[in-house]
């Protein structure tokens, strides 16, 4: 079974077009539905709640945010309308805190793409966190890179493996991917935290009993962060996707001390798929 539904967080950022981008890139792969989902806290309902409110202002607040609904909404189909079928093309804008309702509709898909830094300056209800979408959806995120912009899709994917609960999670909910991969490379940095095989099999083995074609790479602890060696070979082998667990610690503590899943989302350069 192959990816047939994911979904794109899409505010107009210049992330999230970076996250269409890839999505078009998986249509073209996967023939897939592609839903653009736009989630706001604007003005325009919270006032709507308040008896004080002058009519005239409600009808100014109203008239803008249906404009920008509206500009958004556009954006998304100059993009994706000349790569993607009508049946296959959706688009949902909804109220509510961003992150939350994201999270929600991602419980119904394949996977959810997820701009990173996807801040827009003076337009914090439109702001998307991938890593709270993840925690909250109990679904994959695919986080991808500002400006990251491929031609095509390029066929070698790294796992991130520690043998812990969350890489764990990561790889099953990948596996659609990963089988299409032509190549994939299973990264243990030797930190001290990885888990030994398990007597009689091991991920290798697990992943190339779906037909994957896998290599088992083990590199020494140095005196560089886990996340920054991690990214480090994916840069050495050209990969085109990072599949890792999120947060095998807890959130606070990796996000107050620079944990490896914090430093991989800040800086990576290429599409990361996280999960928890």
Not at 36 to 44: A, E, F, I, N
Not at 60 to 71: D, F, L, N, Q, Y
Not at 170 to 183: G, S, W
């Amino acid at each position: 079974m192959s990816i047939k539904n994911i979904l794109v967080a899409f505010n107009g950022s210049d992330s999230s077009e970076a996250a269409l981008h890839t999505a078009l890139l998986m249509h073209d792969k996967y023939g897939c539905h592609i839903t653009g989902l736009m989630v706001h806290s604007g003005q325009r309902e919270k006032l709507s709640a308040h008896s004080w409110v002058p009519e005239n202002v409600r009808e100014t607040i109203a008239k803008r945010v249906s404009e920008i609904e509206g500009e958004i909404e556009a954006q998304f189909r100059a993009l994706a309308e000349p790569r993607v079928a009508a049946g296959q093309l959706h688009w949902i804008s909804l109220f509510g805190n961003s992150d939350a309702t994201v999270a929600k509709y991602a419980r119904l898909y394949d996977v959810t793409l997820v701009g990173r830094y996807d801040a827009i300056e003076g337009q914090a209800h439109l702001e998307l966190h991938p890593e709270d979408i993840a925690l909250r959806s109990g679904r994959p995120v695919l986080v991808v890179p500002r400006g990251h912009r491929p031609e095509g899709i390029h066929e070698t994917a790294v796992i991130a493996w520690d043998g812990q609960r969350a890489a764990t999670r990561a790889v099953t909910d990948a596996m659609q991917i990963l089988e299409t991969k032509q190549r994939v490379d299973v990264l243990s940095i030797e930190d001290g935290s990885v888990r030994g095989p398990l007597e009689g099999i091991d991920v290798a083995t697990a992943l190339a009993r779906h037909d994957i074609t896998v290599e088992r790479i083990r590199r020494p602890g140095s005196k560089r962060r886990t996340g920054e060696e991690i990214l480090a070979y994916c840069e050495e082998v050209s990969a085109g996707l990072l599949v890792m667990g999120a947060y095998e610690h807890s959130v606070f503590r990796e996000r107050l001390l620079g944990g490896t899943t914090h430093h991989i989302l800040r800086h990576a350069k290429l599409p990361v798929l996280i999960s928890h």
